[in-house]
């Protein structure tokens, strides 16, 4: 089992920046794809990026060119450093564990607390 734990969110103004940190605990945590999601209310909970342990990536559509997603296998943290910030942008987000596979990401059951990112315009 592993254990996740958010940090970094915040108030920004539109166009700013905040970089996301997620730091897994687990005897297995570098042997496992690592993800980030965010929940607006009232909407569905929406993947952002997802890596693979070898570094494969995977972007949703509304962040591709401003959002960068990482992963520090020895120190099994994941980043989300989130630029250019809209918004939209505004959710809760999520570090999960899942698997990578043909080319894309699949959540398992296994959340972080969430950390709240507000951006206003």
């Known amino acids: 089992q592993v254990q996740l734990v958010e940090s970094g969110g915040g108030l920004v103004q539109a166009g700013g920046s905040l970089r996301l940190s997620c730091v897994a605990s687990?005897?297995?945590?570098?042997?496992?794809?690592m993800g980030w999601f965010r929940q607006a209310p009232g909407k569905q909970r929406e993947l952002v990026a997802g890596?693979?342990?070898?570094?494969?990536?995977e972007y949703a559509d509304s962040v591709k060119g401003r959002f960068t997603i990482s992963r520090d296998n020895v120190k099994n943290t994941v980043n989300l450093q989130m630029n250019s910030l809209k918004p939209e942008d505004t959710a809760v987000y999520y570090c999960?564990?899942?698997?990578?596979?043909?080319?894309?990401?699949?959540?398992?059951?296994?959340w972080g607390q969430g950390t709240q990112v507000t951006v206003s315009s």
């Open positions: 999960n564990v899942g698997i990578y596979s043909s080319g894309s990401y699949h959540a398992l059951n296994y």
């Open positions: 687990g005897s297995s945590s570098s042997s496992r794809a």
């Open positions: 890596i693979s342990v070898g570094g494969s990536i």
